[in-house]
């Protein structure tokens, strides 16, 4: 049996890497294909884990839009599964690589397995195009990986059977207790340099699309408040690429004494951070699966989230990018030890750091 892994993003490798050394530690047969939708970032992430694909299809261009990415990534995913010819294909989570590797798939009969189905916001443009990616990509799945119970019900509410539908919990919680170290030194001395115990460092991330423009101008603005009103906190903001991103960041970051712009940061760096900060302000959708096992408070920057188990334990918090209501909650976090040790001391809902073990154990049983 031969099995194969895709994948093409930062998130995806994080989240695949996992069952990738799975199946090295196994000695399976299997073949990992990146299509490098992202490319440096991607780059980073197989260096961090050791990985090397089989095969690199390298379609990252200047400018790509999505009707670049799906069509390149299905004509060139045709040869090599039509040459590989694998009995199953591994996806993930809801990026434009996994609906497109997907479709490939069925167009060649080759069974598809969901890694992080069912999860759902229900409002098509809102997270875009990822909400419309992984709905897609359900009913070409034939193997469902949930997470947790809730993604679970969503998939049988749309009718997947539940005899197809296995609870493993994300491999995410998996990639971070891989890395971790409470003794990581920085390479950037300035991170060395910051007093995480007597500073109550907030790590900030914020990137999605439908958050670019005004949403973002609040958030930073927000952000901009709460270090010039509080003396004991810093902001730690690692810059996404993105032009749109780069641009609100420089007007209304830039130069604020306590805050920290600085390059985006590779996986590993990123997770000590994540347990050196104080509060974390993001609006990724992994970071609030990760922060929970870190006992981190999160406040999602979002009006939507797919990943609602984290809002109803109470480890995090959806808030959107209101400037008013960004200052309040996190103010209270900032103030109110009480309220802060209530987020930060409940158990993380997305996992045990076993995913990928059950994962690979389903699909040796099913196939």
Known sequence: ?????????????????????????????????????????????????????????????????????????????????????????????????????????????????????????????????EEINRQLTTR????????????????????????????????????????????????????NEIDYKNKKVILLTSHRRENFGEPMRQTFSACKHLVETNPDVELIYPVHPNPNVQKMANEVLRGVDHVHLIEPLDYRPFVQLMNKCYLILTDSGGVQEEAPSLGKPVLVLRKTTERPEAIQVGTAKLVGTDKDMIINEAQRLLSDKSAYLEMSTKANPYGDGKAAERIVNIVLEKL
């Open 1 to 129: 049996m031969k099995i194969a892994i895709v994948f093409g993003t930062r998130p995806e490798a994080i989240k695949m890497a996992p069952i990738v050394k799975e199946c090295e530690r196994r000695n399976l047969n299997f073949v990992t294909i990146v299509t490098a939708q992202h490319r440096e970032m991607l780059d980073q992430k197989l260096e961090v884990f050791g990985i090397k694909p089989g095969y690199d299809l390298d379609i990252m261009q200047a400018n790509q839009d999505l009707f670049y990415i799906t069509s390149s990534v299905i004509n060139e995913m045709k040869p090599i599964l039509m040459k590989e010819k694998p009995d199953v294909i591994l996806v993930q989570g809801d990026t434009t690589t996994t609906f497109a590797t997907s479709l490939a798939s069925f167009y060649l009969k080759i069974p598809v397995g969901h890694v992080e189905a069912g999860l759902r916001t229900w409002n098509k443009y809102n997270p875009f195009p």
């Open 140 to 191: 070409l799945t034939d193997f469902h990986f949930a997470p947790t119970e809730w993604s679970k019900k969503n998939l049988i509410a749309e009718g997947v059977d539940e005899s197809k539908i296995f609870i493993t919990g994300n491999t995410v919680i998996d990639a971070l207790l891989m890395i971790v170290d409470p003794n990581y030194r920085f390479e950037d001395e300035l991170l």
